[in-house]
Each structure stands twice: as C-alpha cells, then as structure tokens.
C-alpha cells in the first residue's frame, strides 16, 4: 500500500559541508527554510526529486513534509523542525549567523 502524498520540499545535505539544503522554485539550492519551494503535486514532486538526486553536491535528497506557513514552508514534524535549525553540538552554521 502506498504512502498518501502530503506537500513538502525537497531537501538534502550539501556534500561538501554538509549543511541541510532545501530545492527552490527555480531548481537551486538554499539554506532558508522560508525560501523552499512547497511542492504540492505528486507527479512534480517525483519529477523534482529525480532530478534533484542527480545532483553531485548533495546527498540524502528526499521530500519531507511541510506545511504552508505565512513566510513559507514550515517544519510538519520534529525532525524537520531540528534540521531547519541547524547543528545542535556548537553555534556554528546556520546557528553561527543568529548569534
């Protein structure tokens, strides 16, 4: 039985950093949640994520589910929520910037 399709954004870890990447509307790669593209149809979302996975400066891609906010895509579940802020273990990266 197959998963129900829930709307989301494409995301992965760059390969050379390894920092959470998300897929924007014109195929490129950002580190702001808020500038993701939410995908909500199926067929675009398999689309994207095979062309997104061909790309040699990620790894990991996958669709994760996310819900239409008022200043963009926003975490559905925990685990997103902890991605989108960054590396837990020192203020560096996304958490360096806030600081």
């Known amino acids: 039985m197959s998963r ?45 994520l095979i062309e997104a996975a061909a790309d040699p400066s990620v790894v990991g891609v996958y669709l994760a589910d996310m819900l239409a906010g008022p200043d963009g895509p926003e975490p559905a579940h925990f685990r997103e929520t902890f991605r989108a802020r960054g590396p837990s273990n020192h203020a560096h990266g996304k958490q360096e910037h806030r600081a």
């Open 4 to 48: 129900r399709f829930h709307p989301g954004v494409i995301t992965a870890n760059h390969l050379l950093d390894g920092d959470v990447v998300y897929l924007d509307a014109q195929g490129g790669w950002v580190r702001d949640l808020r500038r993701a593209d939410l995908v909500q149809d199926p067929a675009d979302a398999d689309l994207r």
